[in-house]
């Protein structure tokens, strides 16, 4: 069993700003079992809704206890700068803290996958002090290597898999905002109330619908990454199984003892979604036709069973479980999403209220898909370190 941390932890998010927030006396209360989970990514891990692992984790009779940096857009290589730049933060608890697992989310076609050297990655940012490759095999080694210097027996890392964003949802999104901003100027509104309202404005599902109908998931994830590396912005296919595959086999290659014994690990919400959307093509998900349906706006997924998934996903690679043993009511509810809940559960966090859009409600048969489809796919995926013979011993086994 593990100890507790040595000294108390603030639950952090990174939004805009930094979020703080997490009463001493919770950590002094928890128990040695805890399971204790950094994260570092953006939005899309943000989707998951990591200030409720700990509460769906408790319906299955596990302590967990998560610290969350989250930053708008962020990609790997922006979490290891602020090492550099605010060390007193992430990196501070990364090292000092007793954490029991890192949780690393993989984003954006800037940094590339491997060997990209370069001064600055975006032509507005101030210059590193010296080259620096900011590739996610580089970023993402970054961090395991720092949380290795203080977990090397225990210590286990997962990337957390994006999904492929809907071809045509970002022109379309344009065009919306622009057709709003004119709509609300003709109205008379200051610039700035223009500005803001235009901001939030996303696309309704009725609007998106049309987009949804047609996303032929599949074809998007199974597309092979295409590095450009003149124009690394323009690369291809870096939300997909192939890039989050070459990823995860990069890292196992640097790191042969973690992956050997079952320490380093994919968590494939990608391949979830394939199995799902074969599934709700089949008609197997009442009332869902395709995975497109979790998108509220061509890249983030909706409130209620989309979220539902990548939570269960990430507990079923974390704990080595079956998630059919979830309670999932907390997911259910888009009050629960308001960030004046998100405070009382005692954690800092941010949930941006415009990515949730409408709840797609979990029903106990869509639940029932969802958990056999997470367990199938995981129990059999040659990345989660997870078979079914070692289920339930999320500490020591693996494959």
């Given at each position: ?97 007793d ?15 491997k ?23 580089a ?8 949380f ?27 065009r ?113 036709t ?12 909706r ?23 979830l309670?999932?009511s ?70």
């Amino acid at each position: 069993m593990r100890t507790a941390l040595k000294r108390p932890v603030a639950l952090a998010a990174i939004v805009v700003a930094l979020v703080t927030a997490a009463p001493a006396d919770i950590l002094a209360a928890e128990k040695d079992d805890t399971f204790r989970v950094i994260y570092f990514g953006n939005s899309f891990l943000g989707n998951s809704v990591p200030w409720f692992h700990p509460t769906l984790a408790r319906s299955a009779g596990h302590t967990m206890h998560v610290q969350a940096y989250i930053g708008p857009g962020w990609q790997i290589w922006m979490h290891v700068n602020t090492f550099y730049t605010q060390p007193e933060r992430a990196r501070k608890s990364l090292v000092e803290d007793d954490w029991d697992a890192v949780v690393i989310h993989h984003f954006g076609s800037h940094p590339m996958l491997k060997d990209n050297v370069r001064q600055r990655v975006f032509h507005t940012q101030k210059p590193f002090p010296e080259p620096r490759d900011v590739s996610d095999v580089a970023s993402a080694s970054a961090i395991i290597d720092l949380f290795l210097s203080k977990h090397p027996d225990h210590g286990r890392a997962f990337v957390y898999g994006s999904w492929p964003g809907i071809p045509g949802a970002a022109e379309f999104r344009k065009r919306v905002r622009e057709e709003t901003r004119k709509s609300l100027e003709a109205e008379g509104l200051s610039r700035d109330e223009v500005l803001k309202k235009v901001k939030e404005r996303k696309p309704t599902l009725a609007e998106l619908t049309p987009l949804l109908k047609k996303f032929d998931y599949a074809a998007e994830w199974r597309g092979k990454y295409e590095p450009n590396r003149e124009v690394p912005w323009q690369s291809k296919h870096t939300h997909s199984r192939d890039y989050s595959w070459r990823l995860i086999a990069e890292l196992k290659k640097k790191y042969p003892k973690l992956a050997k014994a079952g320490r380093l690990a994919l968590i494939p919400n990608g391949d979830v979604f394939l199995a799902l959307d074969r599934k709700m093509r089949a008609g197997k998900v009442p009332g869902v036709t395709n995975i497109g349906f979790f998108s509220r706006d061509g890249g983030h997924v909706r409130a209620g069973l989309p979220r539902y998934t990548l939570a269960a996903t990430c507990f079923a690679v974390m704990f080595r479980e079956n998630p059919k043993v979830l309670d999932w009511s907390i997911y259910n509810d888009r009050k629960n999403y308001s960030n004046e809940n998100i405070k009382k559960l005692g954690m800092g966090g941010y949930v941006h209220q415009p990515d949730l859009g409408e709840l797609l409600e979990i029903t106990p048969e869509r639940a029932r898909v969802v958990n056999e489809t997470v367990w199938e796919v995981i129990t059999a995926h040659r990345h989660t370190a997870v078979r079914k013979a070692a289920a339930g011993h999320g500490r020591e086994q693996g494959n």
